[in-house]
């Protein structure tokens, strides 16, 4: 059993779309992390966040502790959005547990 | 914003060579640095954890002699893949974690393909 989990594994949205990916973790946390992996394969951090909200442009990440679960929002989706969204929990120390990562692709 | 480097990005070698790889942290200092390698359509995994000064903790089925990790100083972390192997090509990933920030965030690199001919 993977210790995060995200949903959809595949998404395929019009330019303009409101997209949602959701994660799903197991383990107790200190932080959680949303990455975006573009085709070529860097690696960005996108938010870190142990609680409530964050917001960076149009990227919208919430986490709900008690019930293990955060999500990651993009409004008016755009295609270079496209890329692999990867949902990362750190419990106390140096684990890392990944998702397996969401592959989104906006159409113009 | 905190940055890291890996050097080269890429890299083609012949079976029974060695390949070196870096990752630098180029405007903090790190005292742990992470080595990850990612296959087509999986997700990362933790290869190995490189302490500043002392001995990488390696992962359960991670061979410490094949790869070998060097983290020499605060901002340099080298990750050696010796006598490379086809099966060895992967996307080799590192990131760092702020001496400074005290929190738990990692700054991840470029990565580096490695094919093995």
């Known amino acids: 059993k993977n210790e995060v989990e995200q949903s959809p594994q595949n998404l395929t949205a019009q330019e303009g779309e409101f997209i949602t990916i959701n994660c799903s973790y197991s383990?107790?946390?200190?932080?959680l992390h949303w990455l975006q992996q573009h085709p070529g394969g860097g690696i960005v951090s996108l938010f870190m966040?142990?609680?409530g909200k964050k917001k960076h442009g149009r990227l919208i990440a919430t986490i709900n502790i008690q019930e293990k679960h955060s999500s990651l929002h993009i409004t008016a989706s755009h295609p270079r959005d496209s890329a692999v969204y990867i949902c990362?929990?750190?419990?106390?120390?140096?684990?890392?547990?990944f998702g397996t990562g969401t592959s989104l692709t906006v159409i113009p | 914003g905190a940055v890291v480097s890996q050097h080269p990005s890429w890299v083609i070698c012949k079976s029974g060579t060695s390949v070196k790889i870096e990752c630098r942290s180029l405007?903090?200092?790190?005292?742990?640095m992470f080595w990850y390698r990612q296959f087509p359509k999986q997700s990362l995994m933790l290869m190995a954890t490189?302490?500043?000064?002392?001995?990488?903790?390696?992962e359960q089925g991670v061979e410490k002699d094949k790869f070998l990790i060097n983290h020499a100083s605060l901002t340099l972390s080298t990750l050696t893949v010796t006598s490379a192997h086809p099966e060895d090509s992967s996307f080799y990933i590192c990131?760092?974690?702020?001496?400074?920030?005290?929190?738990?965030?990692?700054?991840f690199g470029p990565g580096t393909r490695l094919t093995v001919t």
């Open positions: 990362a929990v750190s419990p106390p120390g140096n684990q890392f547990y």
């Open positions: 405007d903090f200092q790190a005292t742990t």
């Open positions: 490189s302490n500043e000064g002392s001995k990488a903790t390696y």
């Open positions: 966040l142990s609680s």
């Open positions: 990131s760092a974690r702020n001496r400074d920030t005290g929190t738990y965030e990692q700054y």
């Open positions: 383990v107790g946390i200190s932080a």
